[in-house]
């Protein structure tokens, strides 16, 4: 599967990196074997996976098999956004 991230999810690595740590290799695992993928806004998917006391959420669009990070965060409310019903 290809990854290919958008000016802004660069961006957004940066300073989650810089935070808590995250690396690159991180959010293209999440993205290509994610925990579960949630349905997000405008027809994106949002990959994630737990990290420590937290979750990793990366939205993605995918058009066959290529998938495009959007955005890259990470949020300690975990019951918010995991779906136990979810793959």
Do not use: K
Request: hydrophobic share 40%; charged share 25%.
């Amino acid at each position: 599967m290809n990854v290919a991230w958008t000016e802004h999810a660069e961006h957004r690595l940066l300073e989650w990196s810089r935070r808590r740590g995250i690396t690159r290799e991180q959010v293209e695992d999440t993205v290509v074997t994610p925990a579960q993928i949630v349905p997000g806004h405008a027809g994106l998917y949002i990959a994630q996976s737990r990290m420590g006391p937290g979750l990793l959420r990366v939205p993605f669009f995918e058009v066959e098999d290529s998938r495009t990070i959007v955005t890259v965060y990470w949020t300690s409310q975990i019951n918010r956004y995991w779906r136990p019903d979810a793959n």
